[in-house]
């Protein structure tokens, strides 16, 4: 039974920064994209950023500049690395993983298309 289990949430200022780290357990299908969404509260989940496994990156417009996603794929870990962060930015933080057919796949950017989910990490930014 593969899980997903994220780390690195907490609280910061405003233009201050986080990193997340996501660390897949269990043997995980080769080839598969990871990905970090969030979900304000009252909320659907929505897509933040997502990398395949070769390494092509996707953002949203609104973390574009600010955030970056890295992968280890001998370590089977993602991370999010966000600067600058604003109030906005203030939500509880998933990490995801799906196959999309292939290494060089586009991930889908809506949350229904993917299957396993890390526990959520908490994300608060003072202004």
């Known amino acids: 039974q593969v899980q997903l289990v994220e780390s690195g949430g907490g609280l910061v200022q405003a233009g201050g920064s986080l990193r997340l780290s996501c660390a897949a357990s269990?043997?995980?299908?080769?080839?598969?994209?990871m990905g970090w969404f969030r979900q304000f509260p009252g909320k659907e989940r929505e897509f933040v950023a997502a990398i395949n496994w070769a390494g092509t990156t996707y953002y949203r417009d609104s973390v574009k500049g600010r955030f970056t996603i890295s992968r280890d794929n001998a370590k089977n870990t993602v991370d999010l690395q966000m600067n600058n962060l604003k109030p906005d930015d203030a939500a509880v933080y998933y990490c995801?993983?799906?196959?999309?057919?292939?290494?060089?796949?586009?991930?889908?950017?809506?949350?229904?298309?993917?299957?396993?989910w890390g526990q959520g990490t908490q994300v608060t930014v003072s202004s």
């Open positions: 269990g043997r995980t299908r080769s080839g598969n994209a």
């Open positions: 995801a993983a799906e196959y999309f057919g292939s290494m060089r796949a586009t991930p889908s950017l809506n949350p229904e298309a993917w299957r396993l």
